[in-house]
């Protein structure tokens, strides 16, 4: 698989699309579309960096509550899309924030939540299943995504889009449109996968920090678990739609509106 990460300052897990193999033995075409962590750290120096790359529509895929706490760094010239994609219903944990920087009370907060995904899920894992699943069969996930498909349709030069990590809700927009492209589903999850080995050092990082947090191992057990890219979650999602729709492209047909039509128009929009 041809990786072609986008390594500027302060970017996080950040990866052009192009040179995927794709349908009738063509490519995903390179400058066109983008997955990326969060955006609220980048010099200016990066934001003119992505603007030289063709960046002109960015898709911020955060809550409100993670966009007001870290608002992205505007890259000129481009429009910005806040374009929550909902999932299980949360206080907003965010291993990356919260725990290190939270009052008393919002730690009290947060315990309460580790204690309920603990008896709603039964393990991180189970949480994570739930949270991919939210938001590609609920219909207010759906919602978000067919927003997202109509973003590619209709946007020109190169489309940006990103979470807080970039992995999962990030993820699961890139494996809609690789699908879609005609990606095999071999190099999806070894893209998917990828974002496991991009984060591997703030992983370590922040594991480390998170060890001398003053807090329950039971919430440290949940915020290791949040850091994971895992492929059990992918795999989830993928099969499900598989059984219930026959193909990633079914699912898009029946719950996101796609047409034929689109996805003949997304393939001459981003293969070469």
Known sequence: MIVHRVKLKKLINTRDLGGMRAAEGKLIASGKLIRSG??????????LALRGLGVRTVVDLRIENERSAHPDVEIEGSRY???????VPTIGVTWEYDVFHATEKERVRIKKEGERIKKEFGSIDGYMKAAYRSIVFTPEGQA?????????LESDGCVLWHCMSGKDRAGICAMLIEALLGVDEKTIFEDYLLSGK??????????????????S?????????LMRTRREYLSCILGEMKE?????????????????????????????
């Open 38 to 47: 969060d955006l609220s750290k980048i010099p200016k120096k990066t934001a």
């Open 81 to 87: 899309i806040h374009l929550p994609v909902l999932c």
């Open 144 to 152: 978000g995504l067919k927003k997202f498909l109509g973003i590619l």
């Open 198 to 215: 991009f984060l591997r050092r703030r992983y370590f990082i922040n594991r480390a920090a998170l060890v001398l947090v003053p807090t």
């Open 217 to 225: 191992m039971r919430l440290k057990r949940i915020l290791f678990g």
């Open 244 to 272: 219930k729709y026959g193909s990633v492209a079914g699912y898009c047909k029946a719950c996101l509106g796609m047409t034929d039509g689109m996805i003949s128009a997304l393939r001459e929009k981003y293969l070469v």
